[in-house]
């Protein structure tokens, strides 16, 4: 069973960044991962996700200030998040669904089997 740890989150004021890591447990030859957040009475948001031939898709909500990356040879997914908002405030968790796809990668959430325990940004204005 694989297992995903992110790490990262933090308090932060607007427009600062924060970089969120996601280490997987084990070596994932081929996957689709993607990046999700939940606020607090809001559903869950697939806010990027990435392929296994590395195409990305994001939501519209972080076009331009968000950048969704993986190092395979670490097992290790990234989220680079810049120009913070308060609206960005939620948690966010990392997922990925093995062996996943080429193509344009899913931002649904009921695509992805395994997931992570999250970790917390919050942004103040």
């Known amino acids: 069973q694989v297992q995903l740890v992110e790490s990262g989150g933090g308090s932060v004021q607007a427009g600062e960044s924060l970089r969120l890591s996601c280490a997987a447990s084990?070596?994932?030859?081929?996957?689709?991962w993607g990046w999700f957040r939940q606020a607090p009475g809001k559903e869950r948001e697939g806010v990027a996700a990435i392929a296994s031939g590395y195409i990305t898709s994001y939501a519209d909500s972080v076009k331009g200030r968000f950048t969704i990356s993986k190092d395979n040879a670490k097992n290790t997914l990234y989220l680079q998040m810049n120009s913070l908002k308060p609206e960005d405030t939620a948690m966010y968790y990392c997922?990925?669904?093995?062996?996943?796809?080429?193509?344009?990668?899913?931002?649904?959430?009921?695509?992805?089997?395994?997931w992570g325990q999250g970790t917390q940004v919050t942004v103040s204005s």
């Open positions: 084990e070596y994932i030859s081929r996957a689709t």
């Open positions: 997922a990925a669904d093995i062996p996943g796809d080429w193509g344009r990668p899913s931002r649904r959430s009921d695509q992805y089997k395994y």
